[in-house]
């Protein structure tokens, strides 16, 4: 199942050359990991809520190459080029099974409900 990075990115002001520097390397650091970039920059269309920033969206094999990636040492090394000069809120989130249903979920939370009042 595949595993998805979502970083809601904000950068304060114009991008500095360490901005420039991270972007320069951070494809490198996801290639050998299997990360496939989905979805980079440009203004999101905000439909519900607020969204300052950009969004940037990448998919892994599983998670846990996804953790592998993010705590690689290849990674490490860049991250604060990010990190120093952003604001970042990043996820990582498992995808849903081929056969998931938000009606089947649905089921499965009424069930948990019922099992937590039942044992209270």
Request: aromatic share 10%; glycine share 8%; hydrophobic share 40%.
């Amino acid at each position: 199942m595949s595993t998805y990075l979502v970083n809601h990115l904000r950068i304060p002001g114009v991008p500095e050359e360490e901005n420039l520097e991270y972007l320069e390397q951070v494809e490198a650091t996801t290639a050998h990991y299997g990360g496939k970039w989905l979805a980079i920059d440009g203004e999101v269309q905000v439909l519900e809520g607020a969204w300052p920033g950009s969004v940037v969206l990448i998919e892994f094999p599983d998670m846990e190459t996804a953790q592998a990636w993010y705590n690689s040492p290849e990674y490490q090394k860049i991250m604060h080029l990010r990190t120093d000069r952003t604001i970042s809120d990043l996820v990582l989130v498992d995808g849903v099974s081929s056969d998931f249903t938000a009606a089947g979920y649905a089921q499965q939370l009424r069930a948990t409900i019922a099992a937590a009042e039942c044992g209270s």
